[in-house]
């Protein structure tokens, strides 16, 4: 009789390490968890593999190996597991958190080791995660370096707007002109690190494709249009609209239980703020410039409906529109009127 055995890695990772736990199943029989830390570096991912072929691994698809969303440090693995075919799903962290139900204590070896046991409970439904195209990395990276920038450049306006009160016009002067080329150097920086956004959706046939086709949706902007494609990978993972309505957090969700506890419906607070904080950028400059939304607004609040809930369902709108333009692969058409 052959031998049966599928593995399954939960990997706890740092920004200078990782843990690692190690679940194989033999012939239907699960064997001792087996835990082990490693550098979070390259040198690091190869005493990984040697640990692995150690304990009889295998690189194939009976090997699913389970990390967290870290934002960067989980980089390492993600690109080993690529070159390695490993079988790889990234989960949200709350997610499995929720999954696990109460808990006690916490370190990155229990971590590493609930991670293994999560994978082994819930493999049957987990999706690998395709392996990242290092264009969205370089997209996601230069986003979030203009985001910084800007917040510094603000933050020295605000900072000098502060202190025009109580500061005499020379000294105020003196200290603008003091911070007059930082503030010109943030620019420049800002320009540059726009210029290079642009360059890298123009290598990509595919991405500069739908960035366009984005542009023709009434209230989405250069940096909505980036956004969207990087944190859906350029739509390849054929996310719904009510998906990334609800990954955006503009999906109403009902509040209810028995007869006594009846809530409104609302938003849920786990959601992409930052893509939420766009959209209502998006949503507030279409309610303003676009006669179709501005009419479908004021009719909403006509009938009593909150701004909020109807600026909310404007968000909701445009990502509808979002995921069908992109499937369809044409421009949007503007509609004469929104449906109630």
Request: charged letters at 25%; glycine letters at 6%.
């Amino acid at each position: 009789m052959n031998n049966q055995r599928k593995n399954y890695i939960g990997i706890d990772v740092s920004k200078l390490w990782f843990d690692s736990a190690l679940l194989s199943v033999e012939n239907h029989v699960k064997q001792s968890i087996i835990k082990e830390r490693f550098e979070n570096t390259q040198n690091g991912l190869k005493l990984f593999g040697k640990w692995l072929k150690k304990h009889g691994v295998t690189f194939d698809s009976e090997t699913l190996v389970l990390i967290e969303n870290t934002g960067v440090y989980h980089r390492h693995i993600e690109s080993y597991c690529a070159i390695k075919k490993l079988r790889l799903h990234i989960g949200n962290a709350a997610r499995i958190k929720w999954s696990l139900g109460i808990t006690r204590g916490k370190d990155d070896k229990t971590d590493s080791e609930r991670l293994c046991k999560y994978a082994y409970k819930e493999s049957g439904d987990l999706i690998d995660t395709l392996p990242a195209n290092p264009l969205f990395s370089h997209l996601k990276d230069l986003m979030t370096a203009r985001t910084k920038l800007l917040g510094q450049f603000n933050s020295i306006k605000v900072h000098l707007n502060e202190l025009k009160q109580f500061n005499s016009k020379e000294l105020q002067a003196s200290l603008e002109m003091g911070y007059e080329g930082a503030k010109l150097g943030i620019k420049e920086s800002i320009r540059a690190i726009e210029k290079q956004i642009q360059e890298l959706i123009k290598e990509d046939q595919t991405v500069n494709e739908n960035y366009n086709l984005l542009l023709t949706i009434p209230g989405i902007g250069h940096l909505t249009a980036v956004y969207l494609i990087c944190y859906t990978n350029n739509f390849t993972m054929k996310i719904s609209g009510k998906q990334l309505a609800s990954y955006a957090g503009v999906v109403p969700f009902g509040f209810q239980s028995g007869s006594s506890i009846k809530g409104r419906f609302k938003v849920h607070k786990m959601a992409n703020k930052d893509l939420k904080k766009l959209l209502h950028l998006c949503a507030l400059s279409i309610i303003k410039y676009n006669p179709e939304f501005n009419n479908y607004y004021n009719r909403k609040k006509e009938e009593g409906k909150h701004s909020l809930s109807v600026i909310n369902a404007i968000k909701n709108k445009i990502l509808l529109r979002v995921v069908a333009v992109i499937n369809k692969k044409e421009p949007y058409v503007e509609q004469m009127k929104i449906a109630a």
